[in-house]
Structures are given as structure tokens and as C-alpha cells.
């Protein structure tokens, strides 16, 4: 029979503002509505029609308007029946049926919340308007057609210090109709086996972290108090604009209480003919490794030591295989590429020391002052390196797409000679096989230039070793490697 479910959990915190919270936060887009003190929303931020549903009824829709350049709220008798269903049912791309996605979130009897989606067709957007008695709190959404082929979603994971954002694509394309909507259409809200793990280019993950800025101080501004953690959904249309789709987690604190709350790092989600959540005794430990997986792969993608100290097993180690990611339009991604055996060398020695008390693994760097302001300014220099050499590849890529391209000539900012120390820059050049601008181009390249040959280097034509893509992945590889050993002293 099945396993009896968790008693619920005795709760020793309690929130500091009512939006705190995991899985779909509907709330959200109220306050990212709320007129600050220049009777603005919140500046930059594009959200997709989305209707929010509160005790079966929908309670409001929010649009943005693109000429004012804002969002706004309709309520009342804008919100019946005929009126959303013209709205929603129209596609922008006739040769796509999915119309619109219908989110919920609610909490199981242990208090963990579980959250699905479903995506709808015009015919399944009417039955869900006509026939549907029971519509759970959630969003109805008009569903964005997006860059590419397949659907495609991007995280992002903000913290004052540190933003990480990710993409994940799903394996099918959007108008193989063979396939159900929302094995066509899942990526971070389903199973894993539906979509593949890429990245962002730095033109779409500057774009993403200053929203995130700018929801920040909208909130700041309009509620007085600070967001610490929140973890957003966005999506990139054929225009190259930035929508925000939906919130999944929001931490807050104001000047006298940090966040209580704990964090939620394994948001549950489950596929709409799920009813229940219970797990088998016998499937607990193979959920366990799963979250051990996890863990281990964010650790992995933010080199963030102080995260696998606390959250990654001591006891296990990363599975060996291949890093499968996907390519985009936009996206210079390697293919099934072998992890770089540089990346294996010094992401051995940027290990840690297995520290003895386990309990306060995650706040050894905060007990000391002078520790943690070491930790940050290096996590910040990683940050800033990691994103210059991001824009040299990103431009390396859009050249070598050309047909008539030659070399690639790039300059590095004299900071980054500052931020890593000669020795180190040249010796990640060459593990890099990036050499200085050949004599024989010097003459002709230096007319009209101000080239300083010190930070001046010539990746060589189409025939180059290696594709540009894996090139970027092996130097962030090397970085996190360094900085690990930095942070490890």
C-alpha cells in the first residue's frame, strides 16, 4: 500500500511580509503592478497576459502595455468569459497550437507545495473556461511563442551578491504534434527526461539580471523592505525581448528581522494527472540520490564552494559522463563535449578541506568579519572575470559565423591582468592554446589601432582546434577552478 504521508511540520519562523513563500507565488504580480512614488509598475519588467485565479473565480488580469511602457491591472466585468477567450485563443505563430498554460500551486498535508501546469489548445482553453468546475488558485497565461524551434525557459537565482542564470529547452519541437502538449511545451515545471540544460548569451543574461535589479528596488520602494532570495522565469520571443513569466520562491527582510523562513532548493512539480505525492519507501533513497544529483550539477554550473559544502554529499562523487547541452539561435553552446580535463585537475585541487562540524558548514565564512568580506570580493571578482571573457567568446562565435571571416583579434581589459595576476592569465591562455597577435598580422592590423600587444590576442581562423563554444566553457571551467583555490585559502 502506499507509504502513510509526513505529518505536517511545526513552524518555528514566521513570514516577514504575506509574499514570502515557494512554488507559484500568484501575489507576485500585484506587487510588481503597485504605482511607486512616480505612479509607475515596475520599470522594465514585461509580464504576458495572465489572469489570476482565486476560489474558482478569476480575481484579476494583468497585461503589459506596450506603449506606456508599463502593467497594468483589468478586474470586474473585463474579466468574462468571451472576452478571455478571444484574448488567449489567438496564436502569433499559426503553425502553433498551444494557446495558453494554466499554473496552480497548493501545499501538501506536510505543508511541502507542489506546483503543475498544463498547456492548452483553443479547444482546451474553451473547456477549461466553459466546463472546468473547479479551477484551483493559479495563472492562466497566454502562452509566448518562443526564439526557436522548442520551448524554451531561462531561470534566474538572485541574492545580492550573486545572480545565476540558467536555460532549459525541451527535447521537442513546438509543432511535432505527435506528441501531447505538454510533453512539447514542459521544461523547469516537469520531468527532467522532457527538456536539455543549456546556457544564455551575455547580451539575454545582462538583460535578466537587470530586471531582477529593477524588481528589487521596485519592491524596496513600494513595500520598504529588503527581497534577500528570489528565483524567476523568463522567456525570450522572436523579437529578442524579455518576458517574465512567474515567481517560484521570494525571501524578504526589512531592517530589524532577516528571513525566517528556510530555503526551498527542490521545488516539488508534478505532471497534471498526478493526484498525489506520496513516495514509496522503498523509492525514498533513489529520491535522495536524485536530490543529490542536483545539488551537485548547481554546484557544478556556479562553482559556488560555500553551496557544496553545505548541500552536496562528502560521500558521494558527481557521476562521470558527458555535459549534454542544447544549441540556440542565440546560444554558441557545445554539443556532447567531453568535460575538459583541466576543468577535472583544478576542480580537484579547489576542493575544500571536509570540514568536522557539519552543522555550521554554510556560515564558517560569516563568524569572522575579515573572512567574509574576503569571500565576497572574490566571489565578485569571479563574477565580473567570468562575464568579461563571456563577451570576448559571445563576439568570437557571432564572427566565425560569418563567411568571408578571418581571425579573431580581442582585447582584454587591462583589468583582468589586475584581477588575475600576469602568471595566471598566461597560463590560462595557454592552456586555452589562445597565442598573442602573429607577427605576420601586426603591420596590417595595427594601422588605425591602438594595440597594446600585452592584451591583445588573435584566435586563429574557421580551421581553429577547437569549436568557439567549448572554448568558453573550458575557460569558465578554469575560473571557478582558481577562484575555488582562492576561496579554499
Known amino acids: 500500500g502506499k507509504a502513510a504521508a509526513a505529518p505536517p511540520k511545526e513552524r518555528s519562523w514566521t513570514k ?13 504580480y500585484t506587487f510588481m503592478w503597485k504605482k511607486n512614488k512616480d505612479f509607475q509598475s515596475c520599470p522594465g519588467v514585461r509580464c504576458p497576459d495572465t489572469i489570476v485565479y482565486d476560489h474558482n473565480f ?8 506596450q506603449k506606456n511602457h508599463e502593467l497594468k491591472r483589468k478586474q470586474g466585468k473585463e474579466l468574462d468569459t468571451t472576452s478571455l477567450y478571444n484574448m488567449f485563443s489567438r496564436s502569433s505563430e499559426p503553425s502553433v497550437d498551444i494557446v495558453a498554460s494554466y499554473m496552480y500551486s497548493y501545499e501538501q498535508e506536510n505543508g511541502e507545495p507542489i506546483t503543475s501546469i498544463e498547456f492548452f489548445t483553443a479547444k482546451d482553453l474553451m473547456e477549461f473556461l466553459n466546463s472546468r468546475k473547479t479551477k484551483k488558485e493559479g495563472i492562466l497565461q497566454k502562452f509566448l511563442v518562443p526564439k526557436g524551434l522548442s520551448n524554451s525557459l531561462i531561470q534566474a537565482v538572485w541574492s545580492p551578491r550573486v ?5 532549459k529547452t525541451n ?10 502538449a505538454y510533453e512539447r511545451a514542459v521544461t523547469y515545471e516537469g520531468p527532467s527526461h522532457y527538456s536539455e540544460d543549456g546556457i544564455c548569451a551575455p547580451k539575454t543574461t545582462g538583460q535578466i539580471k537587470a530586471i531582477c535589479s529593477s524588481i528589487v528596488q521596485h519592491f524596496q520602494n513600494t513595500e520598504h523592505k529588503n527581497i534577500t532570495r528570489m528565483v524567476l522565469y523568463f522567456k525570450v520571443d522572436k523579437a529578442d525581448q524579455v518576458w517574465l513569466l512567474w515567481c517560484g520562491s521570494i525571501r524578504i527582510s526589512d531592517r530589524q528581522h532577516q528571513s525566517q523562513m528556510p530555503l526551498n532548493l527542490s521545488p516539488i512539480f508534478t505532471s497534471p494527472d498526478e493526484t498525489s505525492q506520496s513516495r514509496d519507501p522503498q523509492s525514498e533513497g533513489q529520491h535522495q540520490q536524485d536530490l543529490d544529483d542536483v545539488d551537485r550539477h548547481q554546484y557544478q554550473l556556479s562553482g559556488d564552494i560555500i553551496f557544496k559544502r553545505a548541500h552536496c554529499s562528502p560521500t558521494s562523487s558527481p557521476t562521470k559522463g558527458k555535459t549534454k547541452t542544447v544549441r540556440h539561435a ?11 580535463a583541466i576543468a577535472l585537475q583544478d576542480s580537484a585541487q579547489a576542493e575544500l578541506p571536509t570540514a568536522t562540524a557539519a552543522a555550521g558548514e554554510a556560515e564558517w565564512w560569516a563568524r569572522d ?5 574576503q569571500y565576497l570580493q572574490i566571489r565578485e571578482e569571479l563574477e565580473l572575470v567570468s562575464q568579461l571573457f563571456n563577451d570576448v567568446f559571445y563576439e568570437a562565435y557571432s564572427h566565425f559565423l560569418r563567411h568571408d571571416s578571418g581571425g579573431f583579434l580581442f582585447s582584454l581589459p587591462g583589468q583582468v591582468k589586475t584581477l588575475l595576476g600576469e602568471a595566471n592569465l598566461d597560463a590560462l591562455l595557454t592552456a586555452l592554446r589562445i597565442t598573442p597577435v602573429p607577427q605576420e598580422k601586426l603591420t596590417k592590423l595595427s594601422r588605425g589601432l591602438d594595440l597594446d600587444l600585452g592584451l591583445d590576442f588573435w584566435i586563429d581562423g574557421p580551421h581553429h582546434h577547437q569549436p568557439i563554444s567549448k572554448l568558453g566553457l573550458e575557460c569558465q571551467a578554469w575560473l571557478r577552478a582558481l577562484y575555488g583555490r582562492r576561496e579554499a585559502a
Open 16 to 28: 516577514n511580509h504575506p509574499l514570502e513563500g515557494d512554488g507559484l507565488l500568484v501575489n507576485f
Open 58 to 65: 478569476p480575481r484579476g488580469w494583468y497585461t503589459y502595455d
Open 163 to 167: 545572480c545565476i542564470v540558467q536555460r
Open 171 to 180: 527535447r521537442h519541437s513546438l509543432i511535432d504534434k505527435k506528441y501531447p
Open 330 to 340: 542565440e546560444d554558441p553552446v557545445v554539443e556532447s563535449e567531453d568535460v575538459p
Open 369 to 373: 568579519p575579515n573572512v567574509k568580506e
